[in-house]
């Protein structure tokens, strides 16, 4: 099996991703780690990002506002966006249908991993 090297910069970005519950763009971590890191650069932001998507350690999620988001939360699950202050929140894991995957399956011969879902609408805050 391949060694991964983790650098300083690797960890730092994960780490700064796995304690984000905003699901946040490449953008918004750079920003974020740019002092502490200072030869930190916004590509390598991206690459590290993709090679934790490629490594099933990260997901993307993108929910149409022309940027990527991404989670470090790889179980399944659901998202909710507000289209007005572009809050994205998880949906907590016992909300997941999974009935859903067999369903669509079993009436499509699809043979299907997981499926994702986000709800999109006005947050508390927003609506008030």
């Known amino acids: 099996m391949k060694q991964i090297r983790f650098s300083k910069q690797r960890k730092a970005i994960y780490e700064a991703l796995k304690n984000s519950d ?14 502490e890191y200072p ?5 390598t932001v991206y690459r590290n990002l993709h090679f ?5 350690q990260a997901v993307r999620i993108d929910v ?9 939360v790889v179980m399944p699950h659901y998202h909710l966006y507000c289209q007005s202050c572009n809050a994205l929140i998880d949906v907590h894991e016992e909300d997941y249908n999974y ?3 067999k369903r669509v399956a079993k009436k499509t011969g699809y043979d299907i991993d997981s499926h994702s879902t986000i709800f999109y609408g006005l947050c508390h805050k927003c609506k008030n």
């Open 22 to 35: 905003s699901h946040p763009t490449a953008e918004l971590l750079y920003q974020q780690l740019k002092e």
């Open 52 to 56: 934790f998507v490629n490594e099933n």
């Open 99 to 101: 009935d859903l995957e």
């Open 39 to 43: 030869e930190l650069s916004l590509g």
């Open 64 to 72: 149409g506002d022309q940027v990527e988001h991404y989670d470090a």
